[in-house]
T-cell receptor, first 111, second 115 residues
Framework: GQNIDQPTEMTATEGAIVQINCTYQ??????LFWYQQHAGEAPTFLSY????GLEEKGRFSSFLSRSKGYSYLLLKELQMKDSASYLC????????????FGGGTRLMVKP | DADVTQTPRNRITKTGKRIMLECSQT?????MYWYRQDPGLGLQLIYY???????NKGEISDGYSVSRQAQAKFSLSLESAIPNQTALYFC??????????????FGPGTRLLVL
């Protein structure tokens, strides 16, 4: 089984940088995904990490440390439209490569 | 047109009724999934299917059943709905390839209220 922890809520200011952390415990790690979900809408894919290090994609970056069971999503130059929930999901070999989702972090961006 | 569609988008039903939620996809993916999401909680896997002849239980399958009618269609049934099945239900698909190919694509969701 897995245990995935994310902060429940975060608040940041438009134009700033915010880091959303995710810690996990798993016996057969096989990749970590970040999804964005606006209220009442479907989750949409943001990033994927399977090796240690930083993956950059425009204003969004995601970091992984497998030895620490830790990932973060970094959002730069925050915009009001970035107000959403951010879901961390871990794929585990021992669970048929299914994804297990964290509870999500609700980010509120203020002017 | 959306790649993954769900019908209905909203449904109100009464305790004990049987209901079916339907999912269709035009992405050509073999793998399909049903999740439920409760307020403030993450997505919980109900059932998944890797191809038309393959059905697997997820972490919370009790009270639910599924049917994979074709590669493109995967339906979820609640045989006798109960109030604690009130939730937002998502269908998702994936290619079944390694790495980022396992990215799941979600439908718009079905909001279900059981009275």
């Amino acid at each position: 089984g897995q245990n995935i922890d994310q902060p429940t809520e975060m608040t940041a200011t438009e134009g700033a940088i915010v880091q959303i952390n995710c810690t996990y415990q798993t016996s057969g790690f096989n990749g970590l995904f970040w999804y964005q979900q606006h209220a009442g809408e479907a989750p949409t894919f943001l990033s994927y990490n399977v090796l240690d290090g930083l993956e950059e994609k425009g204003r969004f970056s995601s970091f992984l440390s497998r030895s620490k069971g830790y990932s973060y999503l970094l959002l730069k130059e925050l915009q009001m439209k970035d107000s959403a929930s951010y879901l961390c999901a871990v794929r585990e070999k021992n669970a048929g490569n299914m994804l297990t989702f964290g509870g999500g972090t609700r980010l509120m961006v203020k002017p | 047109d959306a790649d993954v569609t769900q019908t209905p988008r909203n449904r109100i039903t009464k305790t004990g009724k049987r209901i079916m939620l339907e999912c269709s996809q035009t992405k050509g993916h073999d793998r399909m999934y049903w999740y439920r999401q409760d307020p403030g909680l993450g997505l919980q896997l109900i059932y998944y299917s890797f191809d038309v002849k393959d059905i697997n239980k997820g972490e919370i399958s009790d009270g639910y059943s599924v049917s994979r009618q074709a590669q493109a269609k995967f339906s979820l049934s609640l045989e006798s709905a109960i109030p604690n099945q009130t939730a937002l239900y998502f269908c998702a698909t994936s290619e079944g390839l390694a790495g980022v190919g396992e990215t799941q694509y979600f439908g718009p969701g079905t909001r279900l209220l059981v009275l």
